[in-house]
């Protein structure tokens, strides 16, 4: 249950500090309670079933994480902690690689700035970290000229084909999206598609910005 309870000025955020680290107390007795039940008897289906409920709320630790992260950031983490960088900063507190910590301050600076609507999506679980890392980079990708509208239906797109597909499919996506946007706008057609409901059909339909419908392939499907 969320707590409207303030923070007395002068506090540090002690009152916050408490609600947070009783919120991963929590977590973590329900981890402990899953590890300590046995799976022998359960069967595949129903561990396929709680693997993905896993997966969804892995996804809102890691929106967590890269939200704290940025806000270690916006503190300017370095002041306090003598690191050159807030990469440098998680390289030494987190034990993270270097291109692990430059990553996860790039992602969570993108979900602040860019791709906000991602950030929203990974916070519900509705998509993984590998995702959310594929679409900042594809809407990042888009050309100049394309404007921020484009760009949002863009991110959209994205988003709900990375409801269905893997990250690499949808990496494939992005590249088509940014092949597929002209600068006049007129046959970015894959940034007003639709995800196809057909799991037979390898096909989805589309519309162009000049009203004609037309078909592209989809990323894994068969033709019918």
């Known amino acids: 249950m969320h707590s409207t309870t303030q923070d007395l000025p002068g506090t540090g955020g002690s009152g916050a500090v408490a609600r947070l680290r009783a919120a991963l107390a929590t977590i973590r007795a329900g981890v402990e309670e ?4 046995p799976t022998t008897w359960v069967e595949v289906g129903e561990l396929g079933a709680l693997i993905g409920e896993l997966e969804a709320e892995k996804a809102r630790t890691d929106a967590l994480t890269l939200a704290w992260v940025r806000q270690a950031e916006a503190c300017d983490v370095g002041k306090t902690t003598g690191a ?7 390289r030494t507190a987190q034990r993270m690689s270097k291109t692990e910590a430059s990553a996860t301050v790039g992602l969570a600076r993108d979900l602040d700035r860019t791709v906000t609507l991602t950030a929203a999506a990974l916070a519900r679980g509705e998509l993984s ?10 809407v990042k990708d888009l050309p100049a000229y394309v404007g921020v509208e484009q760009r949002v239906k863009a991110e959209e797109y994205l988003i ?3 409801k269905r597909r893997n990250p690499d499919d949808v990496r494939l996506l992005g590249r088509t999206t940014r092949s597929s946007t002209t600068e006049d706008g007129r046959y970015g057609w894959v940034t007003t598609a639709t995800p196809s409901t057909s799991h037979r059909s390898g096909w989805t339909r589309t ?5 004609h419908d037309a078909c592209r392939r989809r990323p894994g499907g068969r033709p019918t």
């Open 34 to 37: 899953a590890l300590s039940t």
């Open 84 to 90: 050159a960088t807030t990469a440098g900063w998680l």
């Open 129 to 138: 970290l590998k995702h959310a890392q594929v679409i900042a980079f594809a």
């Open 160 to 162: 709900a084909w990375s």
């Open 207 to 211: 519309r162009k910005y000049d009203g």
